[in-house]
């Protein structure tokens, strides 16, 4: 019984919990946040449990309404959209247990909207990864995209600018999404995705299927900060408050990458998006960019959280590089990179949000030898999170690089594996000045003499923030053992997911 | 040559709504102006979509006694209108949710001009 009512539950949970928590909230503003983690939690147990549904049983298409697909719209939930559901629904519940302290130090009174708004992002989120229907599609997108300007702009001064100009940019690129929507409306006279790619072959030379497939991918690679549309990213998660920058940044360029994924594999198919030009490898060749770009800006950064966010624009570009590659094995590292960017990513916001919590800022000129008594583990999770971003074995970062790289390897496609070569070594600049900084002896500070240093060490007592706070980060950082270890499963299952 | 261009008018039209649309976006310097280049992109995709549903010596889709179901080459194509009806309370929406900040940001800085805002924000 539940099992075939899947698709709508997790979808649903979210639009009774984005109005449940108003109704709630105006009565007692702390019940808020409670209520998210309770919402989110239920997504997450029904996104784990669909999971292995899903592995048992295989696709479910769940038809609303009564009306059989093509004519009437449905769910349809598959082996891609099954790990990515999982994916933003666990890392969301864990951002959102977290948030409770942040979120009343940095906008006290307005917790109500903003965990309302989250909900409402979700919602967008999980109808975008289930629907299977192009339109549909595009609301959804809209619904994520409006609640996250929404909660962008919630933040320090100069938020609501950056939320603004992620506004114009990220309009401009669903619209254009919509136009290439309605030229394959105009050719096939259907809107459900697995209709379409059975009609789609017939018109492979088409010049309308050729500008939507162009559309469709310009579009969607605004909303996913590919390479010369990035410039709203680093603004936007710099600005805002540390509750949204964890809650946005793991997931939130994933999701359009998921459509890009959906759009140039699923619904086109490799062959016919590279039947008239090399689609694939052109966008392989921007994201390779954007991994260089993303990899150089965040070393010039001094501010934790910036440096992060220029980070991201080099981590969704390994995502799409894995896409380009278009075989099994760049497919799974793609999507196993999905996952171990999101963990790794919401563990170096939430380290940023701790010291935030208690100096005030996460500027990194101000780290040294103390943080390591004062914040024992945070600073322990920023070490795991660091190496494996790092890609570093055995933790996660290494295997989904190897994946990729193992892709490269296939398609012998040697500058895509120098780029990751090279991306790896910049990550190790920039994370691990920062270890330097915290464990080892500080050799730019040069007012200080050692003995001055080792007083100003033994004097920093213990200073972690409350248990909320620390207890996801470690958990975080946990797993990115854990997926490290696993990840021989993790992959033999995602290899299942490749289409062909 | 001259059919190309008197046979697909009013897709003619939506390219140069489109494109003055893109120059709103991408040229004007206040704020106001690149939202209202939004709203003008946003309806000549509409336009677009409302344009692909026409057909000559056809009727709307309410159900005519003297026309039978079966023949539904005379009646017009109501998925593009309903589709777009959607499309446009999500740009209606998207206006709102644009002037919101708008309105922030000009309590916050006193400016709507783009140059101005970005020096005051370094």
Not at chain 1, 88 to 96: Q, W
Not at chain 1, 303 to 317: D, F, P, T, W
Not at chain 1, 449 to 465: D, I, L
Request: glycine share 8%; hydrophobic share 50%; with cysteine.
């Amino acid at each position: 019984m539940i099992e075939t009512h899947l698709p709508a539950i997790i979808a649903l949970t979210f639009v009774a919990f984005s109005i449940l928590i108003p109704v709630f909230g105006i009565w007692k503003e702390e019940l808020s946040q409670p209520l998210a983690v309770l919402g989110s939690g239920i997504a997450a147990f029904f996104s784990v449990y669909g999971f292995f549904v899903f592995l048992d049983v295989g696709m479910i298409r769940y038809p609303f309404g009564g009306w059989a697909p093509p004519i009437g719209i449905e769910f349809v939930y598959d082996g891609l959209s099954a790990f990515f559901l999982l994916v933003i629904n666990v890392v969301t519940f864990i951002a959102l247990i977290y948030s409770k302290y942040r979120g009343r130090a940095e906008f006290p009174g307005k917790e109500m909207p903003f965990y309302s708004l989250t909900m409402l992002m979700m919602l967008g989120f999980n109808g975008i990864l289930l629907t299977g229907d192009l339109f549909n599609l595009f609301v959804f997108l809209e619904i994520a995209s409006l609640s996250m300007y929404s909660l962008i702009s919630i933040g320090k001064k100069p938020a609501s600018y950056a939320a603004f100009r992620y506004l114009i940019i990220g309009t401009a690129g669903g619209t254009l999404y919509l136009l290439g929507v309605g030229y394959l409306y105009t050719i096939t006279g259907t809107l459900n995705i697995i209709d379409m790619s059975a009609m789609l072959p017939t018109f492979a030379e088409n010049s309308s299927v050729v500008a939507a497939l162009l559309l469709m991918v310009v579009g969607i690679g605004i909303k996913a900060a590919l390479f010369p549309t990035h410039g709203w990213l680093p603004d936007s998660y710099t600005f805002t408050s540390s509750p949204s920058s964890i809650l946005i940044a793991p997931i939130g360029t994933k999701v359009a990458a998921y459509v890009l994924f959906r759009v140039m594999l699923y619904l086109f198919g490799i062959e016919l998006t590279d039947a008239v030009m090399p689609l694939s490898y052109l966008v392989g060749i921007l994201a390779c960019i954007g991994i260089v770009y993303g990899s150089v800006m965040a070393i010039a950064q001094s501010n934790m959280k910036r440096m992060l966010a220029y980070s991201s624009v080099s981590q969704i570009g390994y995502i799409i590089m894995g896409l380009s590659l278009a075989n099994p094995f760049g497919f799974a590292g793609a999507l196993l990179h999905v996952l171990n960017h999101a963990v790794m990513k919401a563990c170096l916001f939430m380290i940023s949000g701790n010291i935030t919590h208690r100096e005030g800022n996460s500027d990194m000129s101000r780290f040294d030898e103390s943080y390591r008594k004062k914040y024992p583990w945070s600073m322990a999770s920023l070490s795991v999170a660091a190496i494996s971003m790092v890609g570093l074995p055995p933790l996660a970062g290494f295997f989904s690089k190897w994946y990729l790289a193992l892709g490269t390897v296939e398609n012998g496609n040697w500058l895509f594996l120098g780029v990751i070569i090279v991306s790896s070594l910049l990550n190790a600049v920039y994370f691990f000045r920062i270890l330097e900084r915290v464990y080892m002896n500080d050799p730019y500070e040069e007012e200080q003499t050692e003995e001055e240093q080792q007083k100003a060490v033994a004097a920093a007592t213990y200073n972690e923030p409350p248990a909320s706070m620390l207890s996801p980060t470690v958990i975080l950082a946990l797993s990115l053992f854990a997926i490290g270890f696993a990840n021989v499963l993790i992959v033999s299952a995602l290899m299942g997911f490749f289409p062909l | 040559m001259l059919e190309f261009f008197t046979g697909h008018y009013a897709y003619w039209f939506t390219v140069i709504l489109l494109c003055v649309g893109v120059y709103g976006i991408m040229f004007k310097k206040n704020l106001i102006k690149k939202t209202i280049g939004l709203a003008i992109l946003q309806i000549s995709v509409v336009m677009y979509w409302v344009s692909i549903a026409n057909k000559w010596d056809a009727t709307v889709t309410t159900l005519d006694p003297n026309i039978p179901v079966d023949q539904v080459a005379n009646y017009l194509n109501p998925l593009p209108h309903t589709l777009m009806l959607t499309a446009i309370v999500v740009g209606v929406a998207t206006l709102g949710v644009a002037f919101t900040l708008l309105i922030a940001i000009y309590n916050r800085y006193g400016t709507l001009d783009e140059q101005e805002l970005l020096e005051k924000i370094q």
